[in-house]
């Protein structure tokens, strides 16, 4: 699914320059190949954000509501697993049959393997997947459907071969030394636990920053008002992932229910455990943002966009955009708070004693 309907899922990306003059034409000459020509192995290529066989990238197909829209395309010959097993059977039953055998040699079902591979290869349609991608000029923000590390590797390369250009991840190193020059390897271990020592819990300044959320959600009143942006209601929801590296269950994972009013979500803060996924939901007025966040890459899964106006596709799709950057303007305020907080001492020691007081003393239903 791309950007221009129902929910997204992408990681954004801090661009440190613009890009160049002529990144559409760059982007041309990297285009997808002819399917025809595909053969073994996997192959990328750039196509439009129109469809995944749309090679044709021009400034009038590339640029849509003033935003470049392009898609990273992957392409592969596959023969079913199932079916290649079978015609490798035939093949051999037909040679034990011609040469008297109650067996085949391995060299000879390897060769087999070979030639079977090769004959049907060709005929196969080609899987074809995309990884969409959005460039924000006026933000300087990157938007693209990279979920895994096999896709962001493969993204951040093919994008940087097209434009020379590496874009930066933002992720929550990244982020908060945009934001405050703050370096997360600095600014130690802390544990939400009163019952846990700093080294017992992990080191992950996401996990940190997604459990303080939960901690202002509900300890705090959830409520946070944005210079220019106005109030915004913050709260957290299930299915909730927590995470500790060490003895025991390493992961534990709340789903059906209330997750949040269970026992074994207070187990499991006082165990020392962080949010490692929520749900994190985001509301101003009758507007409503929901996603799943991972928060050691800050990657953004299912992100549900408020209702906006029925317009035409064009001005809906920007429409979708800007609402996408209001999202990750607002998330990068919050995380701008956790930082203010988190790299002060003082500030901090009183915020773990209420963090501490927050843990403790929350109800659980049995």
Known sequence: MGFESGSISFRAFYMPSSLPEDAVERFARLAAPSMEFLTEGEVHGWVTGRHLLDRNITEDSAIYAGYLRLTLMQAERKIPESLFRAECMIEELAHMSAMGLEFVPRKIKTEIKKQVRDRMLPDMPPVLKGMPMVYDENEGLLYAGCMSDKQYDAFVLNFKEATGILPIPIVPKTAALKLREVNTDDIGVVSFSPDCDRDEVNDSVGQDFLTWLWFLSEARGGL???????????????????TMEGDGAHETVLRNGSPLLSAEAKTSLMSGKKLKRAKLVLARGE????????????????????????????????????????FIKVFLYLYDLFLKERAERDTWAKA???IHDWVENRNARK
């Open 352 to 354: 773990q004693s209420e």
């Open 224 to 242: 946070v008002t944005f210079e220019h942006l106005g109030q915004f209601a913050v709260m957290v929801d299930g299915p909730l992932t927590f």
């Open 287 to 326: 507007e409503m943002w929901s996603v799943t966040l991972d928060a050691d890459d800050f990657g953004f899964r299912s992100l549900k966009l408020p209702e906006g106006e029925k317009l035409d596709p064009v001005s809906t799709f920007q429409q979708r955009i800007m609402a996408i950057s209001l």
